[in-house]
């Protein structure tokens, strides 16, 4: 009986090394630049299985079933808060269809879908990245809670990282660091301005999520003037859900003044793991006066970084070092009109061996703004 299990259990230990070969990550750790090769407009606010399409915040992509899955920002305002699941075409001339086939709602811990803010403001979620993990055949999705205080009522409610299944059903949430608990005060996070990344890394052993804008007790939001702003990069252990460390990355300066002068801001919109301790950090810059976002790819050198996890204010402890960064594109060079990109993914190996990087666009469900698909080859 005992060499039966013995035999048994090395036969389990064979299956799980075989799964975690298959589900190896794609990764692009010397990236040279991306050539763009075509975009596709989703229609204005489309419909779809009794919801509207709009305010799409992440993409990623399933390579074992050539599936998309993108989250909706959306506050459960048009429909209950929700990810859709996409089937995209590339070619090397570009993108022939973007087909949607399936949405799912997010649930709450008791199975139910969540509240908008008029039904209930402390419950109401603010969705803006979502990342299929294959091996566990789980997602992870993350809200940026809720700092509002108007005179009526204050709404105090902490951003989160949440397990979901594919179809939607609440699984559990990371434990937060005390420096992104939200606050009455102005400590940890700025309003809308949390979650914006998540990222999985080590072949899906670790995962990255990124903080939009400074804490307040990190220092300035990014201005038209470099006043260094600097983010915060968590990184969790996948399984345990641990934070295990902290990366300083600093903001470029704001792209456009804002004419009139009313709201600019330079923030993280998504990461992506390269490989070998890099990140690809997406920034979008947005100004009033001015339709078009500024949209910039850097590459993030974390083991060149101090780990800042114990560093409870960046403004107060100085003594870091943020990830050096290297741009590889900026949108602004493409000649076209870049909207609020806030989603990337590797997609697809092109018929040359290349890989592909495909991004999305939240119209925030405004007849000015586009619902866009970029897609762009990488070259190593």
């Known amino acids: ?17 075989v799964a975690q070969k298959k589900y190896v990550q794609t990764i692009a750790p010397n990236i040279k630049q991306l050539k763009f090769l075509g975009e596709y407009d989703v229609p204005h606010n489309m419909k779809f299985k009794g919801t509207t399409i709009g305010g799409l915040s992440g993409i990623d992509y ?21 990810f859709y699941t996409l089937k995209i075409t590339v070619t090397p001339k570009g993108i022939d269809t973007v087909i949607f086939v399936d949405v799912k709602s997010l649930l709450q811990p008791d199975g139910t879908v969540y509240p908008n803010k008029k039904q209930n403001p402390f419950r109401t979620p603010d969705p803006e990245a979502l990342r299929f993990n294959p091996v566990t055949k789980k997602m992870v999705w993350t809200s940026e809670g809720e700092r509002d ?20 059903k609440y699984m559990d949430t990371f434990p937060l660091p005390a420096q992104v608990v939200m606050h009455k005060e102005e400590i940890g996070p700025r309003r809308n301005g949390v979650f914006e990344g998540i990222a999985f890394a080590n072949n899906y052993k670790d995962a990255y999520v990124s903080v939009e804008e400074p804490l307040y007790q990190d220092g300035p939001q990014a201005d038209t003037q470099d006043v260094n702003p600097m983010i915060r ?35 993280v919109s998504d990461i992506l793991w390269a490989g070998k301790d890099k990140l690809l950090v997406m920034e979008r810059s947005y100004s009033t006066g001015r339709l078009a976002c500024t949209v910039k790819i850097f590459e993030a050198d974390l ?23 290297r741009l590889i594109l900026n949108m602004d060079n493409l000649g076209r009109y870049v909207d609020n990109v806030e989603g990337m993914t590797f997609g697809p190996t092109l018929p040359n061996g290349h890989k592909t990087l495909v991004t999305m666009v939240d119209n925030n469900f405004l007849v000015v703004e586009k619902t866009q698909v970029f897609l762009f080859e990488i070259e190593e």
């Open 1 to 17: 009986m005992r060499i039966y299990l013995l035999i048994m259990l090395g036969w389990l230990a064979c299956l799980n090394v």
């Open 62 to 82: 399933d390579a074992e079933h050539n599936l998309y899955y993108s989250i909706s920002d959306d506050r459960s305002e048009y429909n209950p808060a929700r």
């Open 149 to 168: 205080l108007s005179i009526f009522k204050d709404v105090i409610e902490n951003p989160a990282i949440t397990t979901i299944t594919t179809e939607g």
């Open 233 to 267: 990069i968590l990184k969790f252990d996948a399984t345990t859900k641990t934070n295990t460390a902290q990366y300083a990355y600093k903001l470029d300066p704001v792209a456009y003044p804002a004419l009139p002068l009313t709201f600019k801001i330079n923030g």
């Open 303 to 325: 083991s060149k970084a101090t780990d800042i996890k114990d560093n409870l204010s960046l403004l107060k402890n100085k003594d870091f070092v943020p990830a050096p960064k």
